[in-house]
């Protein structure tokens, strides 16, 4: 292995909960860890005074040479997948955890009239099994918030329907205190009993909202009604509640045993995610980085990394779980592509690792070649578009009036995807009057391109209009009296919903507000937002001011000039004295200036 540099590596460490792995130069495994923040745990652990660790610690810290991470949704999947890796593993320095037995789980057990309560162990009978729990006061926070909600019997009576029908049972205390409803003499039916069994498997996988809605109203209630003591435990239980997790993405008592994989891909380079997952947790992750060579397309890929990361891991699961069906045929597992529930989410947590995989790497590659990023970023651009060629030169067109006077237009130009300041322009319309947008449009553009056609200049491969269909419209306009309309593309952008308009489609297009694409078309939307502006306000001032002077007997354009230049503002001007303005104009204008601003 190379020579570790740890400020590399911690360049690549996102500021996410997950779990983090140190290697040794043996590519040994020595230490697993968990952490709300991944960046900031693992930079702790390489700080220069020494005397914040113990002995154990730096001798870690030493033997450290490779690190490796897992992103997690929350602080919690990050405790389970940290225990699960270390009873896989066992590494040298990490004390072994407890197993899993030990965890607390939510059990609805299979029986008539379903019993509710918490449990450390797995009976497989049947029964429904939530968990396991990171927090047991959360844990007993649901089951109080449920037993409130919703009144269920606590006892084991074997309440069949003959049982029953016998009268074999009477109601307990419990039915006389209004928690339970008393199935052991019919006083509720078997129905009415399970749909509230319904409605509490729905807040255990994390549909909370009824429980919030109770929760609320039980509060007012006992708020208006004066019982203080009463809301004071409900407003603790709504505060549990709200950080209460009831699921995690990481643990499920249901999946056994199968393998997980997604995937990724960029212009040239793909990445494939693989997850063991067995007795319901993780118990391996791994990235596999593959170079196209003749533009292969997602499931090629990925059917090759499936067999590849199967046999170097060894691995006989009946299932994988997989983004979408690969042309696979194989008598030793199954495809499943989930749509919802627990596998759902192990696929969309193999995502995120993956995605974040590419992201770091590609970054590593395109500060090593800068061009790569810019080819990235104009091949996405083309894709995204439907153009026909690398968008390498861009032109973005706005424009600015106050109340209808003073229009001026502006033009940024962005060259391989970056702005290209000394080609930006802006101009006053000179045959436009009043607040006419359509037509500043029009002759802003016209005026642009007759002039490159005059001068030789090649023409950009992409113009964009700042506006909606009107603008765009008048912008094709004047590229088909100019005859280029077919030799550039060129789209318009309406500002609230972030559409795309092109020529003779009646329907826009939206891209996803994270693509790189639309970043770039915001840029250059917001560049020659802010240039025009800028000039648009220095042309109104001037004009402003200039206009005021003006109308003083005596002191014509170049006086005003004269006067502004020196005084800088109208108002340096107004509080001049005689001798300060004769250093400037004549006696006669100075007098003609001080009457003025006197009166």
Request: net charge positive; proline share 4%.
């Given at each position: 292995?190379?020579?570790?540099?740890?400020?590399?590596?911690?360049?690549?460490?996102?500021?996410?909960?997950?779990?983090?792995?140190?290697?040794?130069?043996?590519?040994?495994?020595?230490?697993?860890?968990?952490?709300?923040?991944?960046?900031?745990?693992?930079?702790?652990?390489?700080?220069?005074?020494?005397?914040?660790?113990?002995?154990?610690?730096?001798?870690?810290?030493r033997k450290i040479n490779k690190i490796s991470f897992t992103i997690v949704d929350t602080e919690i999947d990050a405790w389970l997948l940290e225990n699960s890796l270390i009873k896989k593993h066992?590494?040298?320095?990490?004390?072994?955890?407890?197993?899993?037995?030990?965890?607390?789980?939510?059990?609805?057990?299979?029986?008539?009239?379903?019993?509710?309560?918490?449990?450390?162990?797995?009976?497989?009978?049947?029964?429904?099994?939530?968990?396991?729990?990171?927090?047991?006061?959360?844990?007993?926070?649901?089951?109080?918030?449920?037993?409130?909600?919703?009144?269920?019997?606590?006892?084991?009576?074997?309440?069949?329907?003959?049982?029953?029908?016998?009268?074999?049972?009477?109601?307990?205390?419990?039915?006389?205190?209004?928690?339970?409803?008393?199935?052991?003499?019919?006083?509720?039916?078997?129905?009415?009993?399970?749909?509230?069994?319904?409605?509490?498997?729905?807040?255990?996988?994390?549909?909370?909202?009824?429980?919030?809605?109770?929760?609320?109203?039980?509060?007012?209630?006992?708020?208006?009604?004066?019982?203080?003591?009463?809301?004071?435990?409900?407003?603790?239980?709504?505060?549990?509640?709200?950080?209460?997790?009831?699921?995690?993405?990481?643990?499920?008592?249901?999946?056994?045993?199968?393998?997980?994989?997604?995937?990724?891909?960029?212009?040239?380079?793909?990445?494939?995610?693989?997850?063991?997952?067995?007795?319901?947790?993780?118990?391996?992750?791994?990235?596999?980085?593959?170079?196209?060579?003749?533009?292969?397309?997602?499931?090629?890929?990925?059917?090759?990394?499936?067999?590849?990361?199967?046999?170097?891991?060894?691995?006989?699961?009946?299932?994988?779980?997989?983004?979408?069906?690969?042309?696979?045929?194989?008598?030793?597992?199954?495809?499943?592509?989930?749509?919802?529930?627990?596998?759902?989410?192990?696929?969309?947590?193999?995502?995120?690792?993956?995605?974040?995989?590419?992201?770091?790497?590609?970054?590593?590659?395109?500060?090593?070649?800068?061009?790569?990023?810019?080819?990235?970023?104009?091949?996405?651009?083309?894709?995204?578009?439907?153009?026909?060629?690398?968008?390498?030169?861009?032109?973005?067109?706005?424009?600015?009036?106050?109340?209808?006077?003073?229009?001026?237009?502006?033009?940024?130009?962005?060259?391989?995807?970056?702005?290209?300041?000394?080609?930006?322009?802006?101009?006053?319309?000179?045959?436009?009057?009043?607040?006419?947008?359509?037509?500043?449009?029009?002759?802003?553009?016209?005026?642009?391109?007759?002039?490159?056609?005059?001068?030789?200049?090649?023409?950009?491969?992409?113009?964009?209009?700042?506006?909606?269909?009107?603008?765009?419209?008048?912008?094709?306009?004047?590229?088909?009296?100019?005859?280029?309309?077919?030799?550039?593309?060129?789209?318009?952008?309406?500002?609230?919903?972030?559409?795309?308009?092109?020529?003779?489609?009646?329907?826009?297009?939206?891209?996803?507000?994270?693509?790189?694409?639309?970043?770039?078309?915001?840029?250059?939307?917001?560049?020659?937002?802010?240039?025009?502006?800028?000039?648009?306000?220095?042309?109104?001032?001037?004009?402003?001011?200039?206009?005021?002077?003006?109308?003083?007997?005596?002191?014509?354009?170049?006086?005003?000039?004269?006067?502004?230049?020196?005084?800088?503002?109208?108002?340096?001007?107004?509080?001049?004295?005689?001798?300060?303005?004769?250093?400037?104009?004549?006696?006669?204008?100075?007098?003609?200036?001080?009457?003025?601003?006197?009166?």
């Open positions: 292995m190379g020579t570790f540099d740890y400020r590399e590596e911690l360049k690549k460490i996102p500021h996410k909960p997950g779990v983090y792995q140190y290697y040794d130069k043996q590519g040994t495994l020595i230490y697993i860890g968990k952490a709300k923040d991944l960046k900031n745990r693992v930079s702790s652990y390489f700080v220069k005074d020494e005397y914040l660790h113990n002995a154990k610690t730096r001798v870690l810290v066992q590494p040298r320095y990490n004390v072994l955890l407890k197993d899993d037995k030990t965890y607390p789980w939510i059990v609805i057990k299979n029986e008539r009239f379903p019993r509710i309560f918490w449990t450390r162990k797995i009976i497989k009978d049947g029964s429904k099994y939530f968990g396991p729990y990171a927090s047991v006061g959360m844990m007993h926070a649901i089951l109080s918030v449920i037993k409130e909600i919703f009144p269920l019997r606590t006892c084991n009576l074997p309440l069949t329907v003959n049982n029953i029908e016998q009268g074999k049972f009477r109601v307990c205390l419990e039915y006389q205190i209004g928690n339970c409803k008393g199935p052991c003499q019919a006083y509720q039916t078997e129905e009415e009993y399970n749909q509230n069994i319904e409605s509490i498997k729905d807040i255990l996988n994390g549909k909370t909202g009824v429980v919030f809605k109770q929760l609320k109203a039980n509060l007012e209630h006992a708020t208006n009604n004066l019982q203080f003591e009463l809301a004071h435990v409900l407003k603790q239980k709504l505060e549990l509640l709200s950080n209460y997790q009831s699921k995690s993405t990481i643990v499920s008592n249901t999946i056994n045993d199968v393998d997980v994989f997604n995937i990724a891909s960029e212009e040239g380079y793909a990445f494939v995610n693989f997850l063991k997952v067995m007795n319901g947790t993780v118990i391996q992750t791994q990235t596999l980085e593959l170079k196209k060579r003749l533009d292969e397309s997602d499931q090629e890929l990925l059917s090759l990394a499936v067999q590849e990361l199967r046999t170097r891991f060894n691995s006989t699961s009946k299932e994988i779980i997989v983004p979408f069906n690969l042309d696979i045929e194989s008598p030793n597992f199954k495809q499943t592509v989930p749509q919802l529930g627990d596998k759902k989410k192990l696929l969309d947590l193999s995502y995120k690792n993956v995605s974040f995989f590419k992201r770091e790497r590609l970054d590593q590659y395109e500060k090593l070649n800068p061009e790569l990023k810019t080819e990235r970023l104009l091949n996405k651009m083309k894709e995204d578009l439907r153009l026909n060629v690398l968008p390498k030169h861009i032109e973005c067109f706005d424009n600015s009036n106050f109340q209808g006077k003073y229009p001026v237009s502006a033009i940024v130009v962005f060259k391989d995807a970056k702005p290209s300041k000394k080609d930006y322009r802006h101009f006053n319309v000179k045959t436009v009057e009043g607040p006419n947008d359509f037509a500043t449009m029009e002759e802003a553009v016209f005026r642009r391109y007759k002039r490159m056609l005059d001068e030789g200049s090649s023409l950009p491969q992409l113009i964009i209009i700042d506006g909606g269909k009107g603008q765009l419209s008048a912008a094709l306009k004047s590229l088909k009296t100019l005859g280029i309309e077919s030799k550039v593309t060129v789209i318009g952008i309406a500002k609230r919903l972030e559409e795309l308009y092109y020529p003779g489609d009646q329907y826009p297009l939206y891209l996803d507000k994270r693509s790189e694409t639309l970043k770039i078309i915001q840029h250059l939307r917001d560049e020659a937002h802010r240039f025009g502006i800028t000039f648009h306000r220095n042309q109104r001032s001037r004009k402003t001011f200039q206009t005021e002077l003006e109308q003083i007997p005596g002191i014509g354009r170049t006086s005003a000039e004269k006067l502004l230049v020196n005084f800088k503002s109208v108002k340096k001007i107004r509080e001049a004295s005689k001798e300060q303005l004769m250093e400037v104009v004549n006696t006669k204008q100075a007098e003609a200036v001080l009457a003025y601003f006197n009166s």
